[in-house]
């Protein structure tokens, strides 16, 4: 399924999934609700989340299927979270007569509210350890049976945790601290999403791209939803709005989902994404980056087809950027090889545990040298079945895959996730024929330049066709821009599918032997052996901790799963100068050119003389977040919403890595502005009592 | 000046410039004329290069002065050099029912011959050691001060070199070792350049992109030319040119001018690179080069007013990632951390030595620090003031220059070069107002992206426009497109530099003040003290040779001076399979697929039946080759032309920092290819005729 990057949604997963434990220190950490480190808050902060402020932050917070975090704010139903993470959903219901995106949306009823197609809210309700049954199903497996076993009990686990009704119910197995622990995660599943209240994205996202991802921010990143369910507003736990926001050096919380962190890294994994992964994605970025934005500049049209992409785009090349910053600085690795060592020898100065864990980093080394050889052309052929393509390969694959028993299907297709795919290939997306040529064009044509003319799988995807030529008439003759097409050839299966004469579909069917005996090579080489020596790493490390006492200042690498983090409103030093922690309404108008990414919005414009200027706008703190954190809400220490996360600062980028409490900062917009905006600007007086009252 | 850069045309100088003595390995080395590897070559191959046979092959090469090398191949001024060497020729006589570029450029007579607009070809005559008045005039000075004295020293000797007839003579300084030894140049300089003969882009570039820096190829990447004085054709010395090529295993010799290597680069110089500069670089050329595949796409129109720029960039990629992949193999950097500690071990261990060369390596360190700091910046203005806006920029900063007295000027601007700059500004080059702008509002927004919208360069540049309006109105507004307008604002000196209203010098005079004290401060804080201290690194390496008796086998960095390498026509091995070294017509026949950019030109795929399909076409030489080397004749022992110089394999793009003979290859065009093309694909028999008779 096509996946939007932005700000701090989840990043797509480029990259084999690594997931470690951490220990923590000042501020560090992403919590999982049933550990959270309660010894290091008191003796920090004087402060102990108790188990009803636990109980009503869980169930009060939300993830956006699509990648973002949000949060229930009122009892009606109101939920908060990002501008950015209902960009899809405001684009899909534009017209030509309205362009919610640009102008904004804006509902006085609940009958104007409109529903967000395809989009899916999920509420965590339980948390459950599965690590035994997941142990016994795994034991003294390893590569393909290894794989085979682990999807095996993850399909049956999650199959008897959603009981036959997944209409209303999302299960997730959830793997902690790298199998050290597995945990089932059951989520209430909301399908009837409608937005009601978004503001401009002048506003949403003033100072554009060369803002993001710096600091002082003036932005209001917000949109406002509803979940419904019986054609009713639902009633859940919500967080009771703080019109006020933080003050300075406040303890604050986030409650969001991180989509990934990768801080026990072994050091050849992080040279490889060094050396090889990242500057060939950031290559394949830029490069997409730079045919988007002469697209752009086509028309008015074209701009704004390739709006949502370009600044997709942007984010991931900073956020890939970032990354590869803090990579090349050189200390992290020189530091991991240290530790990767230390822990060997650890090790290996017992035989128990010389059997227990063995030589994971000569596993991982070997299958890092593997990886270097598959990448490029992976990536490569990896960004031709992206976005739309995505959809068609999908419906080849899934046709395939539904042959098999559920526990030998690739991941993504197990029969728990049908629903899923199915939801989205009916998902009415826009679509528009000359990004889509161009878009896979491009994609063809780096195919071509990466793998080599004479490469067998470039041979069987261009054959003797130009890359130009090929993708306009693949685009020019599909039918699977029809959600109906599409859904009619999911649900005629594998014979519709060899019947298929829709030149999409005849192309993935020509690619997909080709295409899947690459992902099965590194999945079964690559990825693999990679999950298996790092759970041994991690277990060792583990072990380790607990030998010696800490086991409580570890925590979980990022999975994408309700998380909280802890930390201060804060500014930082930047290049010498510091940068304090909140901006206001006045440094917004003294930032704003008149000339676009630095235009304000007329209504803002407009409102200039009533606002009262002093007003908070954006603050950073020290949280610790990741991309997935989008939407988050950050909450003070009654547990009452402050603010609403939106960004990180450049040196949060190399948190998918590590946390530096020295210039690692969270930037979220404050109530404040929000409350005054709804009332001052918009004349939502309606919709900002519904915040301070909790009700319509 | 703007400087096309293509597969083996000398790279233009984004980074500063690094020039060391390397000690030659088997067939390594760009030797001087003066100085040739005589006592090896006589060991591997029993060949020695006797005074004539030199004489006669430095008076029968020539260097373009765009950035190319060349042969004389009659007796008749004919010249030959590649096809991408005479790019911006064809582009530039093509007219909208020709397009000699594409469909290739024949004449029957001299009178069809058309000159090449603001081509010039430059013939080595003489040259002169003048290490002695150099280290003179230097001496003792650092900084700020070692720069004015060495810009006056070059200043004084090569308007006495000159001596007063710029038409007819350039002068070049040029250091070789780094300053452990300095020469004078001088060359004949011939203005009046025509093309005769240009086969198709589609068989001197057949494969395209997808195949440059590859091997097989199978390329004519030919232009022959032909230079006039005083309207008829020189007379010079030549290449006699032998029809059957070269045998697998034959000693070869290339006689060109390689642009620039750095094997001597102190090892925080390398890690800079790899960590800062080409990441920075690679990004900027892949965003253009994503932006002008789009812009091709546009229309037919655009498609030919990118290819160039296309073309160039690709390659430019292509050549940084390669260098790149080298460095970040690891080896490189570390070997080089040791070479430097045992060098400075070696100047530590004798008070002598520790007063004739001091710290250099921690002068490199330190300059480096403050280069980290600077060069995006400079990076992302310099890529403003590129193509056509260098122009207006030489226009601004060389009215400032020619106010100083000669020997305190930036370089570039001594009077020695002054004709140069006016020969460059009067040329009539093609001007696409929608690529202009494109480009100019993608510098724009990339240097906003990368040094921050607060920054106060980028203030001053964009004031409160969005970069593509600015753009827009510049290039609408701007009559410097009228190589008359150009010259006029030239020859008005300063005074009509602050009178000009045209929108384009308004822009690069605000600009000015900060981007001449961006430059100097890299040039006084990081150039200077990086020259200095290479210096006395490279002087202490010969010193350290000469003590150890291998003064013999050291060669100099290439300067983009005439330089002949030898080697032998030898395949490789690339993946585990051999590479043979000849491909051949039935090969280029077989690699045909129809479809950009491996669709032959018709008269190719007419000639086939006529054609001997065994005929050699390109082959693969050890021969140490880098950018600059463009266009180069292959030599055989007895001094004729076998073969012509238009490519390295990839592994060669590691050339700028080391030579490594297991898999380094030159790429050339056979001359056997050459003359049965005349003959029968193209009936140019008079020319076949002129090549191998050495007349008309």
């Known amino acids: 399924m096509s996946q939007a990057r932005s700000s701090l949604l989840l990043s797509s997963a480029l990259l084999g999934a690594f997931a470690f434990a951490s220990t923590a220190h000042a501020d560090e950490g992403m919590w999982t609700f049933d550990h959270l480190p ?81 989009m899916e809210l999920d509420r965590l309700d339980t948390m459950k350890d599965v690590s035994d049954p997941v142990a016994e199903a795994t034991r003294g497996k390893q590569g393909a049976a290894y794989s085979a076993a682990l999807q095996e009990v993850e399909s049956k686990l999650t199959k008897d945790c959603i009981g036959g009704d997944d209409e209303h119910w999302r299960c997730d197995m959830v793997p902690l601290y790298h199998g050290g622990q597995t945990a089932l995660y059951r989520y209430r599943r909301y399908k009837d999403v409608r937005v009601v209240m978004a503001p401009e994205q002048g506003i949403a996202f003033f100072g554009g791209d060369p803002d993001n991802f710096d600091y002082p921010r003036y932005d209001i990143d917000l949109s406002m939803l509803r979940v419904y369910e019986g054609g009713k507003p639902v009633r859940t736990p919500f967080l009771q709005f703080d019109p006020n926001g933080p003050k300075a050096d406040d303890l ?18 992080l040279a490889f994404q060094r050396d090889v992964a990242n500057p060939a994605i950031i290559s394949a970025l830029t490069l997409r980056e730079g045919m988007l934005w002469q697209y752009s500049r086509e028309s008015a049209e074209h701009e704004k087809q390739a709006e949502d992409a370009l600044f997709s785009i942007q984010n991931g090349i900073k956020s890939y950027s970032g990354t590869q910053a803090a990579l090349q600085s050189g200390d992290i690795v020189s530091r991991r090889v240290k530790e990767d060592t230390a822990l060997q020898a650890w090790i290996d100065a017992d035989p128990a545990r010389r059997a227990a864990y063995g030589q994971p980093f000569r596993t991982v080394d070997k299958a890092i040298a593997l990886e270097k050889d598959l990448f490029s052309r992976n ?130 069917r020509r690619i997909y032997p080709s295409y899947t005996a690459l992902h099965d090579k590194m999945r079964d080489e690559v990825s693999a052996p990679l999950h298996k020596a790092q759970g041994d790493i991690a277990r060792a490390r583990f072990a380790q901790a607990k030998a010696e006492g800490r086991l409580d200042a570890l925590y979980p690498d990022a999975t994408f799963s309700p998380r909280l983090s802890y930390g201060t409103v804060k500014g930082w030093r930047k290049n010498g ?120």
């Open 38 to 118: 309660k010894a290091a808050l008191q003796k920090a902060y004087g402060f102990t989340p108790d188990a009803r402020w636990i109980q009503h932050v869980v169930q009060s917070s939300a993830r956006l299927a699509e990648g973002c975090s949000a949060s229930f704010v009122s009892g009606d139903g109101l939920v908060m979270t990002n501008h950015h993470c209902a960009n899809s959903c405001l684009a899909a219901l534009s017209d030509k007569d309205h362009d919610y995106f640009r102008d904004g949306f804006y509902t006085r009823d609940l009958a104007d509210e409109r529903q967000c197609p395809g």
């Open 252 to 269: 604050v919380f986030t409650s969001g989902n991180p989509g990934r962190t990768q801080r026990g890294l072994p050091a050849s994994a």
């Open 379 to 508: 990536l490569a052929i990896g960004m031709v079945f992206r976005g739309f393509l995505d959809n068609v390969m999908t419906l080849v694959e899934g046709a395939h895959e539904r042959q098999k028993p559920d526990a030998k299907r690739h991941a993504g297709y197990h029969d728990a996730q049908l629903g899923e795919i199915e939801t989205a290939l009916a998902a009415k997306e826009p679509f528009y024929p000359d990004l889509e040529t161009a878009s896979l064009a491009l994609s063809l044509t780096s195919l071509r330049q990466i793998a080599g003319a004479d490469d067998p799988l470039v041979r069987l995807t261009l054959g003797k066709e130009a890359p130009d030529a090929l993708a306009a008439s693949l685009i020019k003759g599909t039918k699977l821009s029809d959600p109906a097409a599409r859904l009619a050839l999911w649900k005629g299966g594998l014979q519709a599918i060899k019947a298929s004469t829709d030149p999409l579909v005849v192309f993935a």
């Open 577 to 696: 100068v510091d940068v304090a922690p909140f901006t206001d309404f006045a440094g917004m108008y003294g930032h704003a050119t008149g000339a676009e990414p630095f235009a304000l919005p007329k209504r803002w414009l407009d409102a200039k003389t009533r606002l009262p200027l002093s007003t908070h706008l954006d603050f950073v703190s020290t949280n610790d977040i990741v991309g997935g954190n989008s939407g988050s809400p950050v909450l003070n220490r009654e547990g009452k919403a402050v603010g609403l996360i939106f960004d990180g600062n450049l040196p949060s980028l190399a948190g998918d890595l590590y946390y530096d409490i020295s210039n690692n900062r969270a930037v979220a917009t404050d109530t404040s502005a929000i409350i005054t905006a709804l009332k001052l600007v918009y004349n939502e007086e309606n919709l900002a009592n519904e915040l301070t009252n909790g009700h319509r």
